[in-house]
């Protein structure tokens, strides 16, 4: 069965560095997704990503954070200057089409930013 | 404001007898509804989703889910509970037509005891 796959699965950096999150979405969806959940909190929304635009953020997806889909199969989430509050597991996504399309998601990565 | 409300952290329940899992939800609009799961160290899974139709609707593992619109809940079913079941769950809405993110709640763990 298709899966959405994150790598790494652990990433330990320290305050201030820059950290690129990678996956690689199911091969025929269109939409892309990043998602992040802080230990204990509900899991929220960071941005989508449809025809090589954002086309949704929401207001912690601020100019600290980009995405970009290299090639045709990655999909890529960067923090350029972490912070330790940026600790959290981040978890990418794709659906083959919007509206009421299945978001399917990866394993997660998670950042521990020190 | 848009949520999703599950009121219970945690659920107890014997293996072998029916299990509820809440969910209530407070968006404009047509709601796209879904409930997910997550087992320890692993991904969100899709487990059914509510766009249209027939207010009672079937998914993975023997789940399924009542929608309600005048009590704007989505509670999440199974006959029998199996000490598998285990896991955490997530209640998501995805607002309307106009967006593709998805609101969670802040997840509902359910612990079956053999």
């Known amino acids: 069965e298709p899966e959405v796959t994150q790598t790494p699965s652990h990433q330990v950096t320290q305050m201030g560095q820059e950290v690129i999150l990678r996956c690689v979405p199911i091969?025929?969806?269109?939409?892309f997704y990043w998602y992040r959940q802080i230990l204990g909190q509900k899991v929220e929304f960071l941005v989508s990503?449809?025809?090589?635009?954002?086309?949704?953020k929401s207001e912690i997806f601020d100019d600290q954070f980009s995405v970009e889909r290299p090639d045709g199969s990655n999909f890529t989430l960067k923090i350029r200057s972490t912070k330790l509050e940026d600790s959290a597991m981040y978890f990418c996504?794709?659906?083959?089409?919007?509206?009421?399309?299945?978001?399917?998601f990866g394993q997660g990565t998670r950042l521990t930013v020190v | 404001a848009q949520s999703v409300a599950q009121p219970e952290d945690q659920v107890n329940v014997a293996e072998g007898n029916p299990l509820t899992v809440k969910c209530t939800y407070s968006?404009?609009?047509?709601?796209?509804l879904f409930w997910y799961v997550q087992y320890p160290n692993r991904g969100l899974q899709f487990l059914l989703k509510?766009?249209?139709?027939?207010?009672l609707v079937k998914g993975s593992y023997g789940f399924e889910a009542e929608f309600n619109k005048s009590q704007t809940s989505f509670h999440l079913k199974k006959p029998s509970a199996l000490v598998s079941d285990s896991a955490l769950y997530f209640c998501?809405?995805?607002?309307?037509?106009?967006?593709?993110?998805?609101?969670f709640g802040t997840g509902t763990r359910l612990q079956v005891f053999p």
């Open positions: 968006v404009s609009g047509n709601p796209y």
């Open positions: 091969s025929n969806h269109l939409y």
């Open positions: 509510y766009i249209t139709g027939d207010n």
């Open positions: 998501a809405v995805r607002p309307g037509f106009n967006t593709d993110k998805l609101i």
């Open positions: 990503f449809y025809n090589n635009e954002i086309s949704e």
């Open positions: 996504a794709s659906s083959e089409f919007g509206g009421p399309g299945v978001a399917f």
